[in-house]
Structures are given as C-alpha cells and as structure tokens.
T-cell receptor, first 117, second 109 residues
Framework: GAVVSQHPSWVICKSGTSVKIECRSL??????MFWYRQFPKQSLMLMAT?????????EQGVEKDKFLINHASLTLSTLTVTSAHPEDSSFYIC?????????????FGPGTRLTVT | GQNIDQPTEMTATEGAIVQINCTYQ??????LFWYQQHAGEAPTFLSY??LDGLEEKGRFSSFLSRSKGYSYLLLKELQMKDSASYLC??????????WGAGTKLIIKP
C-alpha cells in the first residue's frame, strides 16, 4: 500500500515553455501533498505544501507564479513549471501524506527529472 | 533556527554494522524519520520514532533520545545494495519535515 506515482518520469523541454508534472496517490487519500526539488548531490528542498481544495503554501524564495500547484482532489496534485529556464533543470519529487488516522510519514513518488534546453 | 546534522559520508564493509548519527535542533518535535535514497531515485521510508528508545525492523534499527536531540540509524549485516544516501528528517511543531543533508553510505566488498 501507500503508492505514489508521478508522470512523466523525465521530460526535456525548450526554454520558455511550460511543463506539467502530475502526482497521484494510488491507494490512499492524501489530504496533504508536498513538492520538493533536488539538485545533484544536494538534499531535498521543500518547494510548497498543498492541501486539497485550498491554495498551496510556498516556501520562502519559491515563486508561486512560476511554479503553479493545483491540488484538485484527494488523489491528485499537479505542478506546472511556467516559462522554464535552464536553471529550473532539476529532479522534482512529490510526496503525499495520508489523512486523519494515518501516521505522519510521507510517501514519495519516483520523481520527475526535468531538463530545460 | 532549525538544524539537522548528520555526517556527509561514511564507508563500511559488506557484512559489517554501521551507525549513522543525526542530531537536531527544531522548533517543536513531532517525530523523527529516516529515509533511504538511492542515486537518481526518490526517498523511501525506513523508520519513524516519536518516543525514546530503539525501534527494530529487520536489519535496520533506529534509536531516539529526545532529551539529547539525537537519533541514530543502525544497519546490520550490510549488503552492497545498502549503498545509498540516508536522510534524517524531523517533524516540527507545524508538522513540517525539516530535512538533513543526508549521509552517503559507501559499502565496500
């Protein structure tokens, strides 16, 4: 149980275009989903926290107009990188936390490797 | 400020035992997590400690001392596949995870 999927697993896009990444909890309902970014040989950096049906909370330094997050249902959250630039190239990972009654661990998706050319 | 400290890198021998330490200073405490992350992959959950003491799960054990702000992950009977980064994370009073930078564990035959 507690499987989280991400799509796509990797994507290459041109500078200036937008990319959407989907995160789904397959066998549980996730009231909270998290989006992380990880650069090579660095730790996870939390970008934003989203709760179903409400606006995402962004970490300091993360541009909310550039990284659009939509948590439309208890099993789906999307991250859209708008007007992507080469410096946005990174490993984007989502995680999901079960709702009431579940423990507090986060279950991670397999990650999406974004390369902006 | 909030801070999680763990060694950057450790080396151990196949079949041996290794202990990865983690110390923390956070605003509030709602549990400590250990995750394993292989290169190029997402983290996978290993353990969760919220009370003091040792939690054993197969070859892996995790220990917590809240008064000392200290935890360790103990890996026994090391296998080559255990080569990975091990991330320590603390859940603060807002139920947000504060992540350590990770410890890269290298296993040698």
């Amino acid at each position: 149980g507690a499987v989280v999927s991400q799509h796509p697993s990797w994507v290459i896009c041109k500078s200036g275009t937008s990319v959407k990444i989907e995160c789904r909890s397959l066998d549980f309902q996730a009231t909270t989903m998290f989006w992380y970014r990880q650069f090579p040989k660095q730790s996870l950096m939390l970008m934003a926290t989203s709760n179903e049906g409400s606006k995402a909370t962004y970490e300091q330094g993360v541009e909310k107009d550039k990284f659009l997050i939509n948590h439309a249902s208890l099993t789906l959250s999307t991250l859209t990188v708008t007007s992507a630039h080469p410096e946005d190239s990174s490993f984007y990972i989502c995680s999901a936390r079960p709702g009431a009654g579940g423990a507090y661990e986060q279950y991670f998706g397999p990650g999406t490797r974004l390369t902006v050319t | 400020g909030q801070n999680i400290d763990q060694p950057t890198e450790m080396t151990a021998t196949e079949g041996a035992i290794v202990q990865i330490n983690c110390t923390y200073q956070t605003s509030g405490f709602n549990g400590l997590f250990w995750y394993q992350q292989h290169a190029g992959e997402a983290p996978t959950f290993l353990s969760y400690n919220v009370l003091d003491g040792l939690e054993e799960k197969g070859r892996f054990s995790s220990f917590l001392s809240r008064s000392k702000g200290y935890s360790y992950l103990l890996l026994k009977e090391l296998q080559m596949k255990d080569s990975a980064s091990y991330l320590c994370a603390v859940m603060d009073s807002n139920y947000q995870l504060i992540w350590g930078a990770g410890t890269k564990l290298i296993i040698k035959p």
